[in-house]
Each structure stands twice: as structure tokens, then as C-alpha cells.
């Protein structure tokens, strides 16, 4: 692989930036490596700025799902443009790409559009804990939610603790306002809302857990979630912004059948734009200024182009081009799983939808604990063979990859000769 470009310009990256980066994950630090520095994307490749070429399953970290420069989003973007590009008035497409969510979503019958995850999560939190008049929140190990103050918080010892805070600078007050439990532990949900009754404002989880790598729900967790949480009066919030039109159209509430209290999407909702949305019932939403007490607002928020490059987005998922991503992790699986034994070594793949991972280690992974059996170094190895045979995969083993329908049949091919190779020689 040529790297002297993308060393150059990582280099001169590192004078402007902390890391060399805009976010930290993107320097490589997981795979004690440099990243390349991108010269264009198209379809299913990535292009650097050295002229090799990849086949990306990071797309953007999940966005992507029509692959890069898809021609109806391009048509959509460039359209738009030529109207403005940011009004702080009201216009149609707001409307347009609202009415498509709810389609997908019907749980979110009235929503609030903002321009991050993290946002949207924010205001979902507020939501929350305004209806309800609580402070209180549980949230899962190893769940990410963006980095607001509250959710930058991990598991102390013990089931049900107060979180500690897992970045510098977030008071302590702030984190002890989060409770942290593992995922797929029915009996750890109801012990923390029985230890905090009356306290708790929400339960917010990813209801397929896609940041410590790709891990459904155990059979019968969420709707048991969903019943306990009605209960005690807490919300229950499914922050769907990387499962959301991944683990099917309708995100997991639909492949799942469990509606939650409130709806927390991004990512795919912007097409490779910066969007987020929470949603719920219009009765909940009405809490909402200027309709009620809990403020929240954003001067970009709406985007006209943001909004068309998200409607052109579902509307292309919805044609075909979901069921295609998911046939091709479907190959992916099938491949994988003919080659396992051959590779010599624990490896396990699960997948929901369209998002996926290939945890290098024993499975079933089912929380965050177990997705630590992955050996960090040998992960570095893997990663680093991949990309040399051409193929980029999250650069840290507690990420899901990414399917989208620009990947063909080939790709996939050549996706699993990589695997066999390096795997083969890391045995
Ligand atoms: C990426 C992500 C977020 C944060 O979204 P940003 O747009 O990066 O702020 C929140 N929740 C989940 C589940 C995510 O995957």
C-alpha cells in the first residue's frame, strides 16, 4: 500500500486538529495505526489520496446505506441547492421527509428534526424528564447515545450503580444522574427500577447494540423492557440512530415488534447529511416548544439539502435498495460461515439488517462484557491485513460494518478471499 500522500497531509492534519482528527475515532489510535486521508468515494469504494482503493464498510459509519455518491441523492442535493441552502423558515421538505419517517415509524407521530445523534438524544433526555418530572436515567454498558455530558458514563462495580463519569470534564453530579446496567439482563432493569421507583425519567437503550460491534437482542429482552418501563412510569426510549432503516425499513421496533415511548434516529435519516430526529406520541411531543415547556431549537435545523439528500435516501431504501443491502451481508454470512472452521481460530458473526460484525472471538457476543474477549492487538493485526488486501473495516474491534446496496456480489467475493488470506495468517 502507497502512503506517502496520506502521511503528509495526516501530518499536516495533526498541526490544526487534536489527534490529526475531527472525531476521535477516525486517527486509528484502536489499530496503533495512521489513517489514510480520503481522496473520493463512489459506489462501494473509498479512494485515497495514494490512489488505492478499498471497499468501504464504514460508510461514513453507517450513513451510507445507497453507498457513496449515489445518483438520486446527487440529483436531490444539487436540486436543492439550486433553491438556497438554509432558510431558518419553514419549507416543504421538512414536511416531505417527516411524512416518510412516519411511514417507517408510526410510533413517532409527531417528531423534532435537529442536525447530530447527540442532539437528538439531548432533546429525547429533555423530553423525558420534563413529562415525566424526574431526573433520573438507566442506560446500558457499552450503549452509545453521542457525547452529551449525562451519557458519557460507564458501569461502576456492582448491578444498578450511579455511573461514573468516562470522559474528563463531565461533573460528577452530572454522571450520578445516570444509572448504567448491562444490556440483555432483564433481572438488572428490574432491580435498578425498583432501587430508584419513582425516580426514573427513562430507559434509554440501542435496541439492536451497535457500538460495541453488532448485537441483537436476546429473544423476548424488549418487549420485558417495554412492560417493566410502563410500569414504573419510565420512558422508554430506543435510540435507533445506527439501527434505525438498518435493522429493517422500520428500524428495530418493526423487525422486533415493540414500540417504544420515544424514537431517536440519525445517520441513515440524512442520507450522508447532518440529521437527527426524536419523535413520539403527539400527546408526549406537545411538551415540546412552542407547543409546551421543554425548550430545544437549532438554527440549521430542517435543512432544505439535508432534508431532500434524506428524503431521496428512504425513498431509494424503500424501492429495493434495503432488501439488496441485506442480501449482500447475506452472502457475507454464508461465506464466512462456510470458512469458519478452515480459519482455525474463534471468530463470530451476527448481523441484524443491513449492519453486521465479525467478532474475533468465542461467541455468542451478548453485552459489552463479551464483546472485551477481543484481543486488541491481534484485532490491530486483522484490521491491518484487511486494508492492505484492500478492504476498510472499522478501525477498533467495538464497531458494527456497514452494508450498503452499492456493494455487489463481487465485492463480497473479494471481501471473503481477504478474510481467508489474513485470517489464515494470523492462525
Ligand atoms: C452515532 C450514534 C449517536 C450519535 O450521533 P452523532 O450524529 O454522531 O452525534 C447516537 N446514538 C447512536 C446509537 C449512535 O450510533
Redo the contacts with the bound molecule.
Keep these: 500500500m502507497q502512503e506517502q500522500t496520506s502521511q503528509k497531509i495526516y501530518q499536516q492534519a495533526c498541526r490544526y486538529f487534536p489527534g490529526g482528527v475531527n472525531?476521535p475515532v477516525r486517527a486509528f489510535k484502536n489499530v496503533n495505526s495512521q489513517p489514510f486521508v480520503v481522496h473520493h468515494g463512489e459506489g462501494a469504494i473509498l479512494t485515497d489520496v495514494d490512489g488505492n482503493e478499498m471497499i468501504d464498510y464504514v460508510m461514513s459509519?453507517?450513513p451510507l446505506v445507497l453507498g457513496h455518491r449515489h445518483p438520486e441523492v446527487e440529483r436531490a442535493v444539487i436540486d436543492s441547492l439550486s433553491r438556497g441552502w438554509s432558510y431558518g423558515a419553514p419549507c416543504e421538505a421538512e414536511n416531505l421527509l417527516a411524512q416518510k419517517v412516519q411511514e417507517l415509524f408510526p410510533s413517532m407521530e409527531k417528531m423534532r428534526f435537529v442536525?447530530?445523534?447527540?442532539?437528538?438524544?439531548m432533546g429525547a433526555l429533555r423530553l423525558a424528564r420534563g413529562a415525566s418530572q424526574r431526573d433520573l436515567i438507566i442506560k446500558c454498558d457499552g450503549?452509545?447515545?453521542?457525547?452529551s455530558d449525562g451519557l458519557l458514563v460507564s458501569a461502576g462495580s456492582g448491578l444498578a450503580t450511579l455511573g461514573t463519569s468516562s470522559s474528563a470534564g463531565v461533573p460528577k453530579d452530572f454522571a450520578e444522574k445516570t444509572i448504567v446496567i448491562p444490556i440483555n439482563d432483564i433481572g438488572a432493569l428490574e432491580q435498578a427500577l425498583e432501587r430508584f421507583k419513582g425516580q426514573v425519567a427513562a430507559f434509554i437503550l440501542?435496541p439492536v447494540?451497535?457500538?460495541v460491534g453488532c448485537i441483537p437482542p436476546k429473544e423476548g429482552y424488549l418487549k420485558r423492557a417495554k412492560e417493566l418501563t410502563q410500569a414504573a412510569g419510565t420512558h422508554l426510549i430506543f435510540?435507533?440512530?445506527?439501527?434505525g432503516f438498518r435493522a429493517s425499513l422500520g428500524g428495530a421496533q418493526s423487525h422486533f415488534g415493540v414500540k417504544p415511548d420515544i424514537t431517536?434516529l440519525?445517520?441513515v435519516i440524512g442520507g450522508g447529511f447532518?440529521v437527527?430526529a426524536y419523535g413520539a406520541s403527539s400527546e408526549l411531543m406537545s411538551s415540546i416548544a412552542p407547543d409546551g415547556p421543554v425548550y430545544q431549537a437549532g438554527t440549521l435545523s430542517g435543512n432544505p439539502v439535508a432534508m431532500n439528500a434524506g428524503l431521496a435516501t428512504l425513498k431509494a431504501l424503500q424501492q429495493s435498495h434495503h432488501d439488496i443491502a441485506c442480501r449482500r451481508v447475506d452472502q457475507l454470512e454464508d461465506g464466512i460461515k462456510k470458512r469458519q472452521q478452515k480459519w482455525q481460530q474463534p471468530t463470530c458473526f451476527q448481523r441484524v439488517g443491513s449492519m453486521f460484525s465479525l467478532f474475533l472471538c468465542e461467541g455468542p457476543v451478548e453485552n459489552y462484557q463479551d464483546a472485551c474477549r477481543v484481543d486488541q492487538e491481534h484485532f490491530a493485526k486483522f484490521h491491518r491485513g484487511m486494508l492492505e488486501q484492500g478492504v476498510f473495516l472499522a478501525p477498533s474491534p467495538f464497531e458494527a460494518g456497514f452494508m450498503s446496496s452499492a456493494h455487489s456480489e463481487q465485492h463480497i467475493e473479494k471481501t471473503l478471499e481477504a478474510l481467508d488470506a489474513v485470517l489464515l495468517q494470523l492462525a
Excluded: L, R
Excluded at 442536525?115 to 438524544?121: D, N, P, R
Excluded at 450503549?143 to 457525547?147: I, K, L, N, T
Design positions: 472525531s459509519w453507517g442536525s447530530s445523534g447527540t442532539e437528538a438524544v450503549g452509545y447515545h453521542g457525547h440501542e447494540n451497535g457500538n435510540d435507533e440512530v445506527m439501527c431517536v440519525g445517520k447532518p437527527g
